[in-house]
């Protein structure tokens, strides 16, 4: 059993495929933040309409949050054309986000309507 572990990682490490997860793993990390600084931004700006915030502290932390999202968004471009397959699990990804928003949104229209 032990000799057969060993053999499969070695045979998965030589088809790259242990990179191509560990790849898609720390993608999926910098896509998570992203994602999540968006939300943020969002938020931000819908707060600041329902909690009267100043325009300059809005200013401020919109500006923040920009300089924040930058990181992700690099890592994200450099890692897509430094790996091309990459660019297919980031679509994947933003695939399943989507179905995930419709999901939300249909039950929560599901929710109001009873």
Known sequence: ??????????????LHLLDDQ?????S????????????VAIHLNQASTQLALSSKMQRSQLEFVQQ??????????ERQEQHAQL???????HQKELLAIEASTLQNLCS???
């Open 68 to 77: 924040q999202l930058q990181q992700p968004q690099l890592e994200i471009q």
């Open 28 to 39: 999926l990390a910098f896509i998570a933040r992203r994602d999540a600084l968006n939300h």
């Open 1 to 14: 059993m032990l000799v057969q572990g060993l053999t499969v990682k070695c045979l998965l490490g030589k």
């Open 22 to 26: 560990l790849l898609q793993e720390q």
């Open 87 to 93: 660019k297919a699990f980031s679509v994947q990804q």
């Open 112 to 114: 109001l309507a009873y």
